[in-house]
């Protein structure tokens, strides 16, 4: 029962769909790259990486990964009134690729069954999703979705639900060192009103600014990525985005600090955006060391690995390179290691496994925090999303009761169940030579050819 | 005073930026191509298109338009939570649009005053910039936008504003049927609380479906279009969302209609979606036969132009060919033509002197309106939208008291003070090889150029 257009809305479900081959990052590839194996483990955290089959792009997964929600879910297509895909791996210029998922999920539900359904891209590097799951709760909120039609009932109103699906395929040129990062895979969250897995918080902290650390030029099939540059626009973006969070959460109300305390004491889990796991570990140790710096807990640290340097007062290279020593120190204190295994390690999880999937890989996160069960009824975690470009978004949810009632092992089976390829494979599949499918579509939704004129033509293969 | 988060949101102003160049086609460009000058003016409507210059492009278009909205409402940069840009001439695969934006935007109000303004780019053909609004307007009404925090006295409190920038070049290969209808601009829509414009009705109806009627392959400068396929999806998807629209508003209450009226009867004004001005006549000409054919006043139109014939009794290709047929005769009919003439030819004057600016042109629409002092504040009007691919949106809203405040000669004033140029000038700046602008920009943002990496090196020129 809905009391108003306002009572909590958020994260329901989730599902994901990923490429059935992979490639070890520590094998043949790292022998071929000449990298230590152990090198790109610990220091990316990226262990197999998903890689599309030939008939597989950012549509066939997006269709995939929603429509395993849509079933496990019984949804009806009428009841979806919205299915937002944010992506950067779009298959067209003007053509919004909802419609070509769309289209694909017709094969199975029948033509017209999504026409009252709305769809639209939403392109801002590895945080569009998170503009889309903004969109469509905010929609929710605002009572806009036709619920008050199908009256179910005296005092009960039938909303409809949207469908916010992430989608990518992470691609850099051959033997670059973004490389060891790629992935590929779609994550589809259900929207609904009171929601069993996450009900999001009525704020979000933002920071936006123009920024060159990654980008993909018009037609270019991989990103140009300025690496080491683009991890501190993503720390000082997250930055900006908590302080908004924060100055915003403790004005509404919504969090109240006590003395010594700090916000994220009340975030019983972190997720932050995992381009790869290692990058969520530094963001961890950003975020941590700035929040916990000016409280009484920060002695213990001090007492650990001395004192910090004042860097602002030392200045220019000197102060940057005596701050970033003390960081890496900080990073292996036991405080740090403490909270970033407790709070933020989990949800890197699929990531280690899947690769870097650009905007699904928060939600990848949420999906590894369900899958060892540690999201705990009533807790409030905190994700912080960022997309190059650059822009941050930092928001907040409290875990449902109906969590306890979803189905855990479906995601870490399917990953076990993909095949291994080889480094030639991978590499014809990366340049698209590869013409054939390694393993033909069977049961699933494949780009079958593209025509002449760049249209492309996709189906349910049976 | 904002007494609730649901009060009314909407359009509060409109701001617009052309490229300063234009080409007629009725003169040279005509004769180049063989066509009667006459057949073009009244087959497609435009009499000028508008043509980027080699400094312009949709992300320049975007932050002119978004400059002005801000000047002329003496905006400040911190009031701005959300600039989001629908566009299907995205400049990058990855970096949002919006980011650019901000960027030359911060050129002129300082670094770092847009870093809490989040941005997203929406692709959807020519609808992005609906779903922009739509998002951009639940965002206002669920409460979201940290309006709380900046208490302005007691009993007020101060929310945030949205803008929508829709930007857009239209491009087709030279010769092909599509080069009549390209053009290019950009508009940006200030949303805010008890708007002075537009107050959005609390209804869409939408309608998608999977096509091929209209995109542009990755990488593809040019669009493939097959015109007249198109044209017969945007009328089955308008009359989908406007069914859908119907059911809608009517089950809320929020339009009732008494014994031999149609829904029409209560918009003042329709504004159809604007490819070429032509479009909207066939769109409106469509709409209301289908509306009125059920009335008593189908009788009017009977007795002057016959009866109309049982197409779906006759079917197949003669009975499409008897339709259509009657849809030339309806669309020629006083009864017809009258309608035509007051609720839907005012929102073409702007496109006829610009051309095709894709998701903004329903927006010009509105500024055509408005330029013209035909929005009457109380009077509902109805706006469709369509975005091929496809999918099309019906929505209304309610003129604002406070219209009579707006400026309303700026755009037009604008438009006259474009330069003419020449067929060869023309085609040069269409494929790209003109590196030279042929009127250097000043006093506006420009693309510099375009680094060797393929980033883009916009600035503010004075």
Redesign the interface.
């Known amino acids: 029962m809905i009391d108003s ?2 009572s909590a809305v958020g994260i329901d479900d989730i599902a994901a769909a990923f490429p059935k081959l992979f490639i070890s990052t520590t094998g043949e590839f790292a022998r071929a790259r000449g990298i230590e194996p152990a090198k790109l483990a610990r220091g990316i955290g990226v262990e197999k990486m998903a890689v599309p089959d030939a008939h597989e792009d950012a549509a066939t997964l997006a269709a995939a990964s929603t429509l395993e929600l849509m079933e496990k879910n019984d949804l009806r297509p009428a009841e979806v009134g919205k299915i937002y895909i944010g992506t ?9 690729i ?3 998922v ?3 999920l ?1 094969r199975v539900y029948g ?2 069954t ?12 590895c ?2 999703a998170t ?1 889309a799951l ?2 469509v ?3 929710l ?4 979705d ?1 619920g ?2 199908d009256a179910d009932g005296p005092g009960r109103r039938r909303g409809r639900v949207g469908i916010v699906v992430a989608t990518d395929v992470a691609r850099y040129e051959l033997g670059s060192p973004g490389e060891y990062t790629q992935g590929a895979g779609s994550v589809a969250l259900l929207i609904k009103r009171n929601p069993r897995i996450l009900a999001l918080d ?11 650390d ?7 099939r991989c ?2 990525v300025n690496g080491k540059y683009s991890n501190q626009c993503y720390l000082a973006a997250m930055d ?1 985005a908590f302080s ?1 969070f924060q ?2 959460a403790l ?2 109300g919504m969090i109240r600090i006590g003395e010594g305390g700090c916000l994220s004491d009340h975030l019983r889990q972190i997720i932050f955006h995992i381009p790869y796991p290692r990058m969520a570990e530094y963001a961890a140790a950003s975020f941590f060391r700035r929040e916990w710096r000016p409280l009484p807990r920060w002695q213990e640290v001090e007492e650990e690995i001395g004192a910090e340097p004042a860097a602002e007062e030392v200045g220019g290279e000197e102060g940057a390179k005596e701050s970033a020593d003390y960081q890496r120190r900080f990073s292996k204190s036991a405080k740090f290691l403490e909270a970033y295994e407790r709070k933020v390690k989990p949800s890197t999880l699929i990531s280690s496994a899947v690769g870097n999937i650009y905007t699904g890989s928060i939600y990848l996160g949420l999906a590894s925090l369900l899958a060892q069960d540690l999201l705990t009824p009533g807790a409030r975690i905190g994700l912080g999303s960022y ?5 941050a ?1 930092f928001f907040s949810g409290v875990v449902g009761e109906g969590v306890r009632s979803l189905a855990r092992d479906r995601i870490l089976k399917r990953l076990e169940d993909r095949v291994e390829i080889g480094l030639k494979d991978y590499q014809l599949l990366h340049d698209g030579t590869r013409q054939e499918s390694v393993i033909p579509p069977a049961g699933e939704f494949a780009l079958l050819r ?1 025509g002449g ?3 492309r033509h996709y189906d349910l293969v049976g």
Request: with cysteine.
């Open positions: 257009p306002n950067e791996s779009g298959v067209d210029e003007a053509k919004a909802g419609t070509y769309i289209g694909m017709e033509p017209g999504f026409s009252e359904c709305s769809t639209v891209e939403f392109k801002a590097a945080i569009g503009h903004e969109s709760a905010c929609w909120k605002a009572g806009d036709g008050g039609e009525p704020v979000m902290g933002v920071y936006t600014r123009d920024e060159n990654f980008f993909r030029p018009v037609g270019m990103a140009v900006g908004s100055r915003r004005s509404r997309g190059s470009g650059c822009s978004a593209i004129d760049g249209y």
